[in-house]
C-alpha cells in the first residue's frame, strides 16, 4: 500500500491553533495531549485515507469529496486526491459546521475587499 502524504492547510493549520490556545487557557495538559492526538490522527490519514466517513452535512448536498474523523468533540476535516491528503479543518463538533462555514466565507470575502 502506498503512503500518502499529509498536509495541513494553513486554515486547519489556524483551527488548530485556536484550539490549543482556548484548551491551554483552561488546562494546559489537555492542550497537549489534544494537541498530540489531532496530529497522529490526521498523520494516520497518509496510509488509510478512506476510513473517514463522508462529511454528513455536505454528503446531504451530495457533495461526497470531503471525509471527517473524529477525534473527541472535534471534527477533522480532509480530502484525498491522488497520492496526498489534505486536512482542511479541525472543528469543534458541537458547533454547527454551517455556521463555520458561513464564518468562514464571510470572513473571505471580507479579506477579498481590503
Known amino acids: 500500500m502506498m503512503r500518502k502524504k499529509v498536509r495541513w492547510a494553513r486554515s486547519a493549520r489556524r483551527d488548530l491553533e485556536s484550539i490549543v490556545n482556548f484548551l491551554v487557557e483552561r488546562t494546559p495538559q489537555a492542550a497537549l495531549s489534544t494537541l498530540d492526538q489531532l496530529e497522529a490522527r490526521a498523520k494516520s490519514l497518509g496510509t488509510l485515507a478512506d476510513r473517514g466517513r463522508?462529511?454528513?452535512?455536505?454528503?446531504?448536498?451530495?457533495?461526497?469529496?470531503?471525509?471527517?474523523?473524529?477525534?473527541?468533540?472535534?471534527?477533522l476535516i480532509y480530502r484525498v486526491r491522488g497520492s496526498s491528503v489534505l486536512v482542511l479543518a479541525a472543528v469543534d463538533g458541537r458547533r454547527s459546521l454551517e455556521d463555520i462555514l458561513l464564518e468562514r466565507l464571510i470572513s473571505i470575502e471580507g479579506q477579498e475587499a481590503e
Do not use: D, S
Open 54 to 75: 463522508i462529511v454528513p452535512e455536505l454528503g446531504r448536498l451530495h457533495i461526497r469529496e470531503y471525509r471527517e474523523l473524529i477525534v473527541g468533540p472535534y471534527r
